[in-house]
């Protein structure tokens, strides 16, 4: 049984860095992937950011491209580089993981979610 745990969310001001890590227990497999989404009030979960648990595959969402990157996977626990980050950047931000083929940027695609982790960035 997979399981991810978001952490390293917080309150930040525009234009500062945040870190968030998922931990990913459970059993995998070089066909695993894991997404990052994020959802703000009254929307639905937006696609941010994946990588294929071999390291590579990385994707990013057009909106967070030159900002966010996935530095890497280290002792099963999968980074999100948050940097010029701007009040549209609040929202809840979930990790995803999955063995589906499906493409990359559907939440379809993922069998496994974690509780979320909330990134607020104040202007």
């Known amino acids: 049984q997979v399981q991810l745990v978001e952490s390293g969310g917080g309150l930040v001001q525009a234009g500062a860095s945040v870190l968030l890590s998922c931990t990913v227990s459970?059993?995998?497999?070089?066909?695993?992937?894991v997404a990052w989404f994020r959802q703000t009030p009254g929307e639905g979960r937006g696609f941010v950011a994946h990588?294929?648990?071999?390291?590579?595959?990385r994707r990013y969402a057009d909106s967070v491209k030159g900002r966010f990157t996935i530095p890497g996977i280290h002792r099963n626990t999968v980074l999100l580089q948050m940097n010029s980050l701007q009040p549209d950047d609040t929202a809840v931000y979930y990790c995803?993981?999955?063995?589906?083929?499906?493409?990359?940027?559907?939440?379809?695609?993922?069998?496994?979610w974690g509780r979320g982790t909330q990134v607020t960035v104040s202007a």
């Open positions: 995803a993981g999955g063995f589906s083929t499906g493409l990359y940027n559907s939440g379809a695609t993922y069998f496994v």
């Open positions: 459970g059993s995998t497999s070089a066909a695993f992937r």
């Open positions: 990588i294929r648990w071999t390291g590579g595959d």
